[in-house]
């Protein structure tokens, strides 16, 4: 979990974070959550007046309808804006209030020519370090994406400023329930004429026209394997464009456009799949640099709202050489478990020069810089940023879910929010430990592709020989949750050792031997739980040479 409290207490200790953090605000909007939509006539009168003053407090647009959030205006000349907002906050019809905000992408073109597609796989050319990548190539063995297990058509989001919708290597979502341009909202999900996507701004699906967004969406899923341009993580996974303005746009637009992701994969939760879209993940290739989570407590709180319905964001800290535990950054700062945070690497396994870092609130790197990916106009180009290095994550959420089997779907689809953290966790667990990212973010590592869809193969008992330097490893427990009365763990040991669970307050539940016959062995322990209650519980590998793994479950 991040601090945002020890956030809080740098800010004040950090002029040029405070003077940065007001910079970013946008005079006179302000960000309101309201307890119900039938209490805006109610807060807007009674917000009228402040100290004998007129406010102009007053309903600008609506932001979030099925979380009630509104942007409202107010006359910051008149008024002292912190007081006032002070007051806004005590109204009992008002959950959270706080200021919009300026936002800004993370991302600075480059055309130096390194290897087009080192980033999948690296063979040492053009001064990289050969294995300095994804391992993409071993993990298109395994999956290639598009579909789950059960037919459900696997979406990612990106939600940034423009995108080439004609461009001929790209997989766009459309929303084929939707009318175009009868002014109607055919499919009930509360937007109108959405068949592109969504503009936050213009609340229409006429998205601007730009390369960021494309190239975002390039690494994400450029078509595999069709003779053409590039691949991208996925050979055919659906992209999702949503706009959020213009480069430089506003906190309320990012948090109607997350509220756009939330709507529609709620939606396909509740029709089992007849409506809505099957989105799995978020990427945020913006935000606020130096800014303080405290103060974004609408933009923050969306990663949960997203999370509880089945969707992992991943978000692009700042393109600068600094500490974001110390100095603040959002949205990578924000405290959610449903929010991945993501620095940029070279080929070399290195930090880029220019991206934060954080032991803390970065959860791991990617590769991002002088990565190959398409852009306007059908066209490819050299990027480089934390907003090249994020999609490889977004995206390696959606395959890992199209390798998933029948009994990982099952679960997932009964308890999305959960079985959304199990695919972080697993995420983050394989990356590939590398000295640059060692005590400077949460992993310790850089993302590793295969290894992530493989950590999800094994799941159901698939794929799990060990390799030379896991001989002694708890591979995987499944299911989990448990919809029976047991569990399978897969375990291998290269000495005599033994398994224990144990709750969370060290009672031994059971101990299983494993003999010298089975040394070396993978090994899958099926275990019936009748009498455990529901809760978390530690299983832990325990050898005779004193070496132990423990790991965490929840029944």
């Known amino acids: 979990m991040k601090n945002i409290f020890s956030l809080f207490i740098l800010l004040f200790v950090c002029n040029s974070v405070l003077f940065a953090q007001t910079a970013t605000i946008l005079k006179g909007n302000m960000l309101v959550m309201l307890q119900e939509e039938k209490d805006i ?49 005590q109204n009992p019809l008002i959950k959270i209030a706080q200021f919009d905000h300026t936002i800004q992408p993370r991302a600075t073109p480059n055309d130096t020519e390194f290897n087009y597609l080192w980033n999948m796989q690296n063979t040492g050319s053009n001064n990289g370090i050969a294995g300095a990548d994804i391992d ?12 789950t297990v059960d037919g ?29 341009l009868n002014g109607i909202d055919d499919d009930g999900n509360g937007y109108i004429d959405d068949v592109n996507g ?75 799949g007849t409506k809505g879209a099957f989105i799995v993940s978020t990427n945020s290739s913006f935000g606020i640099d130096t800014a303080n989570a405290i103060y974004h407590p609408l933009w923050c709180a969306m990663y949960d709202s997203l999370g509880k319905v089945g969707v992992l964001s991943a978000a692009a800290t700042k393109n600068l050489d600094v500490n974001v535990d110390n100095v603040g950054d959002v949205p990578t700062s924000c405290a959610s478990n449903w929010l991945i945070s993501v620095t940029n690497t070279n ?21 991002g810089t002088s990565i190959f990916s398409t852009v ?21 959420v959606a395959l890992m879910l199209s390798a998933a089997c029948s009994n990982f779907m099952k679960a997932y689809k009964a308890d999305p929010a959960m079985m959304s953290l199990v695919i972080k966790d697993s995420l983050l667990k394989a990356v590939d430990v590398i000295p640059s990212m ?40 499944y299911p989990v949750p448990t919809f029976g009365n047991g569990i399978t763990i897969d375990y291998t040991s ?59 479950i929840i029944l």
Request: net charge neutral; proline share 3%.
């Open 136 to 147: 993409a190539l071993k993990a298109w063995d395994i999956a290639t994406g598009g579909l």
């Open 494 to 552: 290269d000495v005599e050792a033994e398994l224990d669970i144990t709750s969370v307050l060290g009672q031994e539940i059971l101990k299983i031997p494993c003999t010298s016959s089975t040394i070396g062995i993978i090994q899958h322990a099926q275990i019936e739980l009748p009498a455990i209650s529901k809760g978390v519980y530690f299983i832990q590998l325990r050898a005779s040479n004193k070496k132990t793994k423990t790991i965490k």
């Open 347 to 367: 080929n070399q396994d290195e930090k880029f020069a220019n991206a934060g870092y954080g032991k803390k609130s970065i959860d791991l790197a990617a590769p």
């Open 438 to 477: 060692q005590g400077i973010t949460v992993s310790g590592g850089r993302l590793n592709l295969y290894k992530s869809v493989r950590s999800i193969k094994n799941y159901c008992g698939e794929n799990t020989l060990p390799t030379s330097d896991n001989f002694f490893d708890i591979i995987t427990v």
């Open 152 to 180: 459900d058509t696997i979406v990612v989001a990106v939600i940034d400023y423009g995108f080439y919708l004609a461009h001929t290597d790209l997989n766009y979502w459309k929303n084929y329930q939707e009318i175009p």
């Open 376 to 396: 306007s106009g059908n066209g490819y180009n050299f990027f480089s940023g934390t907003s090249m290095a994020t999609p490889h994550v977004s995206g390696t």
């Open 198 to 272: 969504w503009n936050a701004l213009t609340n229409t699906d006429s998205l601007p026209i730009e390369n960021h967004g494309t190239h975002v969406c390039g690494i994400i899923g450029a078509r595999g394997n069709n003779g053409v341009g590039i691949s991208g993580v996925n050979w055919n996974v659906k992209i999702m464009p949503i706009s959020y303005g213009s480069g430089f746009g506003l906190e309320s637009n990012a948090i109607a456009a997350y509220s756009y992701v939330k709507d529609q994969r709620q939606l396909y939760n509740k029709s089992n």
């Open 41 to 89: 006539p109610s807060i807007t009168r009674e917000l009228s007046y402040f100290n004998g003053l007129k406010t102009g407090f007053q309903l600008q647009r609506v932001v979030s309808k099925s979380m009630h959030i509104y942007l409202f205006t107010f006359d910051f000349l008149t008024i002292n804006k912190d007081a006032f907002l002070s007051i806004v906050r």
